[in-house]
């Protein structure tokens, strides 16, 4: 009776007017608050308010679920599922649910939910290794910084993100860039084993002999599937890597697309070698410049793979030889949270000529909102080698819908931040204008392609529709195998869900 009672208080009060669905969460979170007792919070509580800041976005912080469960094991992730999607439960279909891993997508809904229960996963955050120091098992609530501060004192790393306060899960089931990338593929490429919560409660292990098509499904298929806590990656040694920022002037602007074009257009790509090519507007200094992130991935000061950019006029360098932990804090120290943030994608062919007018459309959208305060605009370019693409077959191929016949491709992204709720419409839709008009330069231009990068897409982008027809129809098999009554594609409406196969 005491537990209950406990269980009782610790619900907020529902006023009479208080909507339906209001009053139905509550009752899902009764029934966690039963089965997981303390591991379910509740508003004003400092656990919840802990995982509501935690969140990279303003948009996501600002979201209020009714209540945020924190597992502490794959068993308690297990009995939230089965509470949540039970037969017996008279809200059943009606629990509306998010998964929150690392919490660094930046819309609103991604990863938190209003009036509705949010698993935040992050008390997952283990990193081990076994004995053969071949394989990393990392926990689903992990950031990278958890995951290099690790494997950097043992000499070893994993293809994994950029960023340290970047989620392992998001970024891992989206697909995933990595310095590490040119050489082995994408980070889902290198995940031997998902251990995965289906919607059953029942966990399985998804990997290349046990349940391979759900394996397969899982390497870009985002949170349609299953709740994953437990990433098994390859390891390799590794020690220091060259690299850290530089910035330029802007009037270097053609020297540096003469540059980056021929960089990403090598057919002899140097494999250790990473540029991340960006042009930035910051509203406090009214103009723009450029900086690039450099990665050599040995310990070889200025390759010769990258003289290109290295004989450009430089205002500042931060290149030295750093450990991967080093680096992945200085990304993350570049753009910290608490900030409203978008961000849109594209990829296309690698062309000097297409990089530039993009960069004319960057600058010409960036007109109606440079006077939004606290504004941070970036327009970024990325190389998609084609030996990239190949060792993503090599490994088993991925959902993304990508093959070397692609390459060699340019990722583009615009993210931009900014400090008011009031310019969020205005920002959200200069973002979309930016998209229209880069797609209709490239399409005409014969150099677009429909694969839009998922970790770098805004809401309405839909990125698992440029997967590819094939792959859209392996996706909808492996979720009606391990999902018949499609729990993660209804109950859980945050992420990129599945597309129609109509489309």
């Keep these: 009776m005491r537990f209950m009672l406990f269980n009782v208080i610790s619900i907020p009060f529902v006023a009479a007017g208080k909507s339906q669905r209001t009053l139905?969460?509550?009752?899902?979170?009764?029934?966690?608050?039963?089965?997981?007792?303390?591991?379910?919070?509740?508003?004003?509580?400092?656990?919840?308010?802990?995982?509501?800041?935690?969140?990279?976005?303003?948009?996501?912080?600002?979201?209020?679920?009714s209540c945020i469960v924190t597992p502490e094991s794959e068993e308690d992730v297990s009995s939230a599922v089965r509470v949540l999607t039970r037969s017996s439960h008279k809200s059943i279909g009606q629990c509306k649910f998010a998964i929150k891993g690392g919490g660094h997508t930046m819309w609103a809904g991604a990863a938190n939910i209003d009036d509705g229960v949010t698993i935040d996963l992050g008390a997952l955050n283990d990193v081990a290794v076994n004995k053969a120091r071949n394989v990393a098992f990392v926990g689903a609530g992990a950031r990278w910084l958890n995951v290099y501060s690790r494997l950097d004192s043992l000499g070893l790393s994993v293809v994994g993100g950029r960023d340290s306060d970047v989620g392992v899960a998001g970024l891992t089931l989206g697909g995933g860039l990595?310095?590490?990338?040119?050489?082995?593929?994408?980070?889902?490429?290198?995940?031997?084993n998902y251990e995965i919560v289906?919607?059953?409660?029942?966990?399985?292990?998804?990997?290349?002999?046990?349940?391979?098509?759900?394996?397969?499904?899982?390497?870009?298929?985002?949170?349609?599937?299953?709740?994953?806590?437990?990433?098994?990656?390859?390891?390799?040694?590794?020690?220091?890597i060259w690299g850290g920022p530089i910035s330029y002037d802007i009037s270097t602007k053609d020297d540096q697309l003469q540059a980056f074009t021929q960089f990403?257009?090598?057919?002899?790509?140097?494999?250790?070698?990473?540029?991340?090519?960006?042009?930035?507007?910051?509203?406090?200094?009214?103009?723009?410049?450029?900086?690039?992130?450099?990665?050599?991935?040995?310990?070889?000061?200025?390759?010769?793979?990258?003289?290109?950019?290295?004989?450009i006029p430089r205002m500042h360098s931060g290149v030295r030889m750093a450990s991967m932990t080093e680096l992945a804090v200085e990304m993350s120290q570049s753009n910290p949270s608490g900030k409203r943030q978008?961000?849109?994608?594209?990829?296309?062919?690698?062309?000097?000529?297409?990089?530039?007018?993009?960069?004319?459309?960057?600058?010409?959208?960036?007109?109606?909102?440079?006077?939004?305060?606290?504004?941070?605009?970036?327009?970024?370019?990325?190389?998609?080698?084609?030996?990239?693409?190949?060792?993503?077959?090599?490994?088993?191929?991925?959902?993304?819908?990508?093959?070397?016949?692609d390459g060699n491709l340019v990722l583009a992204s615009l993210s931009i931040s900014w400090a008011d709720?009031?310019?969020?419409?205005?920002?959200?839709?200069?973002?979309?204008?930016?998209?229209?008009?880069?797609?209709?330069?490239?399409?005409?231009?014969?150099l677009i392609h429909?694969?839009?990068?998922?970790?770098?897409?805004?809401?309405?982008?839909?990125?698992?529709?440029?997967?590819?027809?094939?792959?859209?129809?392996?996706?909808?098999?492996?979720?009606?195998?391990?999902?018949?009554?499609?729990?993660?594609?209804?109950?859980v409406p945050g992420g990129f869900k599945l597309p129609s196969l109509t489309d």
């Design 178 to 192: 990595s310095y590490f990338s040119p050489r082995f593929g994408f980070v889902c490429d290198n995940v031997v």
């Design 421 to 446: 709720t009031v310019d969020d419409k205005l920002v959200a839709s200069q973002a979309k204008r930016f998209v229209q008009e880069v797609e209709s330069v490239a399409r005409s231009l014969r």
């Design 198 to 240: 289906l919607a059953s409660g029942g966990t399985v292990n998804a990997n290349a002999t046990s349940h391979p098509d759900l394996y397969f499904a899982l390497k870009g298929g985002s949170n349609n599937f299953g709740i994953v806590t437990r990433f098994d990656f390859k390891t390799f040694p590794q020690g220091k």
């Design 450 to 491: 429909r694969w839009k990068y998922l970790n770098y897409a805004a809401e309405w982008q839909d990125p698992i529709a440029g997967y590819g027809k094939v792959n859209k129809e392996k996706l909808w098999a492996t979720s009606r195998q391990y999902d018949p009554h499609g729990v993660f594609v209804r109950q």
């Design 342 to 405: 978008t961000y849109v994608t594209a990829a296309f062919g690698n062309d000097a000529l297409l990089l530039s007018r993009i960069f004319d459309i960057a600058n010409g959208t960036l007109q109606h909102i440079q006077h939004v305060p606290g504004l941070l605009y970036a327009l970024a370019y990325q190389p998609i080698p084609r030996s990239m693409l190949s060792h993503s077959e090599k490994s088993g191929g991925n959902a993304l819908g990508l093959d070397s016949a």
């Design 24 to 65: 139905i969460q509550n009752n899902c979170c009764a029934s966690l608050s039963q089965d997981l007792g303390r591991k379910v919070a509740y508003p004003s509580r400092p656990l919840y308010n802990d995982s509501l800041s935690s969140y990279w976005s303003k948009q996501e912080q600002e979201l209020m679920p």
């Design 264 to 311: 990403a257009g090598n057919e002899d790509y140097d494999e250790y070698a990473t540029v991340i090519h960006a042009y930035a507007f910051l509203s406090e200094y009214q103009n723009w410049m450029i900086s690039n992130s450099y990665a050599y991935t040995k310990p070889e000061a200025y390759p010769v793979s990258l003289k290109e950019f290295m004989t």
